[in-house]
T-cell receptor
């Protein structure tokens, strides 16, 4: 039962353009959503989060959008930089329950 | 503040052996969670500890166990290793059960 899904295993974007990573979830009880970035041989690094009471949260080049009716969230990176090339995981949970991760999307920024 | 540390970083074992992995959380963090990452399965939740008590458990066999000490450091143990246990094992800590989790670099376990 995959409660959090990232349907695109990979994404390639030109440097300077916008990267949009998508994530869908099935559990309407989730109330907190996060994005993590992971480089090879390193642990995931927390990027940005959003509570279910909001529909947008922005931090520098990173913006997360939440559409509760569609059970969909997205991460926008503008402008994309070579250092953004990594695997991005979305995750969700409710209260003190375990964090549920998506499968990850490998983002490649091309010069 | 120092981040989450995990030891060892790399480990090679053979089938049937057992292994113990260690995690030191960020200072002041009382919650520690463990995850298994494999290429096909992504990040799978193993268990979570808070104040030396297991609070949540994922869908893994009983061969996977863990514990947390009074200083919040945590260990996980895998007994009777199988080839399929080869994975990156990640530890994450948070101040409390509902706070953002911060991950360590992971322990790469290879079972031959």
């Amino acid at each position: 039962d995959q409660q959090v899904k990232q349907n695109s295993p990979s994404l390639s974007v030109q440097e300077g353009r916008i990267s949009i990573l998508n994530c869908d979830y099935t559990n309407s009880m989730f109330d907190y959503f996060l994005w993590y970035k992971k480089y090879p041989a390193e642990g995931p690094t927390f990027l940005i989060s959003i509570s279910s009471i909001k529909d947008k949260n922005e931090d520098g080049r990173f913006t997360v959008f939440l559409n509760k009716s569609a059970k969909h969230l997205s991460l926008h990176i503008v402008p994309s930089q070579p250092g953004d090339s990594a695997v991005y995981f979305c995750a969700a949970n409710r209260g003190a329950q375990k964090l549920v991760f998506g499968q990850g999307t490998r983002l490649t920024i091309n010069p | 503040k120092a981040g989450v540390t995990q030891t060892p970083r790399y480990l090679i074992k053979t089938r049937g052996q057992q292994v113990t992995l260690s995690c030191s959380p960020i200072s002041g963090h009382r919650s520690v969670s463990w995850y298994q990452q494999t290429p096909g399965q992504g990040l799978q939740f193993l268990f979570e500890y808070f104040s030396e008590t297991q609070r949540n458990k994922g869908n893994f066999p009983g061969r996977f166990s863990g514990r947390q000490f009074s200083n919040s450091r945590s260990e996980m143990n895998v007994s009777t290793l199988e080839l399929g246990d080869s994975a990156l094992y990640l530890c994450a800590s948070s101040q409390d059960l509902t706070d953002t989790q911060y991950f360590g670099p992971g322990t790469r376990l290879t079972v031959l």
